[in-house]
Every structure is written in C-alpha cells, then in structure tokens.
C-alpha cells in the first residue's frame, strides 16, 4: 500500500464519523498481539489543554534520554503529525505499512478514522521499542479508543469545560465523568483542583494540582514566557498562553507521580523547547504580525481572550479572521472573544463540518453589534488581503478553529 492509498482509507473512513466504545479497538489489538501493552503511557484527557500537557510531558521525557512516542489529535496539516517519536513524525512508508497490517486486522472495516490512526499509532511506538508514550484522548476519555492502555504510568484530566456535549453529556459533571474515565485504580490522578473534579466520583491514586506555575515575564516576540515553580525553580517555556502555567503544573505532577526520574536539566532542556503550533503563535510577516490560535470551545476562547488581554497587540487595532464549525456551540465561543473584535473577516474553516459564513456572520453581528464584517471566500485569500492590504491593521487573529489555524499556517508557509 502507497502513501496515498492509505491516505484514501482514512478519506472513506470519514473524520467526522464518530462511534465510541473499547471493544472493536480491544479485539483489533489482540489481533496484532496487543502492541499497546509494549509501552508504558501516559494518558492525557481535558476539554482543553491536554495537547499543550501532551507536548510538554514528551518533550521533557525527550530531554530525560528516553525515547518517547506521542499520539495526539487533530492535526493542522499533515495526519502524520499525530504519530511521532522523538518529535519525528512518522514516515510515510511506516504510515503506509501500519494501515495495511491494521487493515488485516479489520476485514470487516468495523473501525473509524480514529480507531485506525489509534492502531498505528501503538504498533510505531511498540515497533520503534519507545521507553514511554504519551496518548491524547480523541473524544472524552472512558470510552475513548486510547483507553484500552489497562495501568499507565499516569492518568491526567486538564480541564473541564462545555464541548461535545452530543457524545459526552450535557452537564460539567456528565462531562467529568467521561474524562475521568481514564483514571486507573491503583495508578496515580492527577487533576486541577475544580469543584466539578472534586464532586465527581473518581478512581486512581488522586494527585491533585491546586495552583498553576507562575509567570514571570513573557517574551512576546519571542513566543516564551518564564515560569515559577513552587520549588522557586523558573523555567523558560516556548509557548504562549494564560494557560499554560496551569499544564506546566500538571505535567511535572503526573511525571513525579509516575515515579520515572527526569533531571532538572531535562525540565529545563525539555519545556524550553516544546513545539505546539496554532495556539496563540505569534508570526510576525514583515511589518504585520499574525496571531493563530484554534481556540474553537467556550473554555478555548476564555483563554485566548485572557492571553490577548494580557498582550502588547491587543492595545492595537486588529482584524479578526474567523471561522467554526457547525456543531460547536458559537455564541459560547464569541462571548469572550466580542468586546476585541472591531473588524471581522468571516471565511469557512477546510472541514465539512466547518458553519457556513453567511451563518455565522449573524452570531458576529449579533455578539459585536458594532463590528465590521465581511466575509471572504477562504482562510488563504483572507490572509493575503491582510498581508497586501497597507491600510489594514497591523495585527490580525486567526482563531475559531483548528481547521481553520492549520490552513492560515499552511497560508503562511509555516507548516
């Protein structure tokens, strides 16, 4: 099988179609001798947050000497983003033989595009003889296809906030009870200290997190903020987020926890150089700066609005590029976001489920009565007006989706 002919499995497979449950992922892994079971994981849920904390925690295990797998969803542009090892994505040839052992193992084509990425994901990191990997769940946590690891080294929940209510519940604590869902008996908790968290009734050894990492200045330009551990230790971090203090904490929990010794050097080797592009990446083109965040949930757009609040571009004008999509609640997501946006450019996320912007350009109107909005034809032709544009603001954002933040990167030429 070729690159693309696995590419075209994925495609038939449909993104969008979601079927939640452990028991065909149990059996298909059985088939291929339970490569899941070969590396031990740490397990990563949260309605937002869980990338960032995935990303730390593999890029310090990195710098500890061990060679560490990643798993994470979605991606921006290329799916083998979602598999890597040692910050390598995996190679399309490895792609390519994964899906056609997977495929084996699945003649009766029971599994979803998740599912299979889900199984190649665990035969590279099984193949590659990984020290350790670190999963992101996909949706939820309980019946998440990632939750057939049995005893990870340790289980974190990030945050819990309104999305996907569909599949995982309509209140926070239903909510809850789906991520926590990942949370092992005898294998160690870890989560912030919310109130929902602590009137869910949870398993697990619980390591609870009550106050984010400090920062201490940020590097705006730079794209890095300083922050302070309790141990009075401070770190450079090389993301961008109010946030991301919060995640620093929960993944230097989770690793203490785990009991897997990790240096200093490795902490500070490890957070100063974590890549996670498309939130709050500040690129600067010329004399105009760019600002993509897929901020694309309630939750998601509390933090970007927090963030861009706090930062020297939000005392300029700006153009607000924007699109979502269609099952995400939209008037939560511009509810924070409302009192910056001035001007609007309303464009469709590359997503089948992205809201058409005739749509949405009536929840902007109604949530920012006094912007203005127009709306163009894709992310790309957007972005380049801004760029060409020499009355236009210096500064834009990018936000609403992740769709939407891989195609202005792609725009850009920075991915």
Request: overall charge positive; glycine content about 8%.
């Amino acid at each position: 099988m070729t690159f693309a002919a696995a590419l075209a499995v994925l495609e038939e497979r449909q993104e969008t179609k979601i079927v939640l449950g452990l028991g065909r992922v149990r059996a298909h892994l059985a088939a291929l001798g339970d490569p899941h079971l070969a590396v031990p994981a740490f397990h990563v849920a949260g309605t937002n947050g869980k990338g960032s904390t995935c990303a730390m925690l593999a890029s310090v295990l990195t710098a500890s000497g061990r060679r560490t797998g990643l798993f994470i969803s979605p991606h921006l542009l290329d799916v083998r983003e979602r598999i890597t090892v040692d910050g390598r994505k995996i190679s399309e040839a490895e792609f390519a033989r994964l899906m056609t052992r997977a495929l084996a193992a699945d003649k009766k084509k029971h599994l979803t595009y998740f599912e299979l990425l889900t199984s190649i994901a665990f035969q590279h990191f099984a193949a590659k003889k990984c020290a350790v990997m670190v999963l992101e769940t996909g949706l939820g946590g309980r019946l998440d296809a990632t939750n057939v690891v049995p005893a990870p080294l340790a289980a974190i929940v990030t945050s819990i906030g309104y999305d996907h209510q569909a599949y995982l519940g309509e209140t926070l604590a239903a909510i809850a009870r789906q991520k926590t869902g990942i949370f092992k008996a005898d294998r160690p908790a870890v989560r912030p200290d919310l109130p929902v968290l602590r009137r869910a009734a949870l398993r697990g050894r619980p390591v609870v997190v009550r106050a984010p990492w400090k920062t201490l200045r940020t590097d705006w330009a730079r794209g890095r903020q300083t922050l302070r551990a309790p141990s009075g230790r401070s770190y450079a971090l090389s993301l961008l987020g109010s946030r991301q203090g919060r995640n620093a904490a929960l993944a230097r929990a989770a690793i203490e926890a785990s009991g897997l010794e990790v240096s200093e050097r490795a902490w500070t080797l490890g957070l100063s150089r974590v890549s996670w592009p498309g939130r709050f990446e500040a690129i600067r083109l010329g004399g105009k700066t760019l600002i993509v965040d897929g901020g694309h949930n309630p939750e998601a757009a509390g933090a970007l609005a927090a963030t861009w609040k706090s930062s020297p571009f939000s005392r300029r004008p700006a153009r607000w590029i924007m699109g979502i999509m269609k099952d995400k609640d939209t008037r939560g997501v511009l509810s924070p976001l409302a009192p910056f946006i001035k001007e609007a450019v309303l464009v469709r996320p590359p997503s089948p489920r992205a809201l058409d912007p005739l749509d949405f350009a009536e929840h902007v109107r109604r949530a920012a009565p006094k912007a203005h909005v127009t709306i163009e034809r894709d992310p790309a032709t957007a972005i380049a007006a801004w760029r060409k544009d020499k009355k236009s603001p210096k500064v834009a954002v990018c936000a609403g989706s992740l769709y939407l933040a891989g195609a202005a990167l792609k725009a850009v030429g920075k991915r």
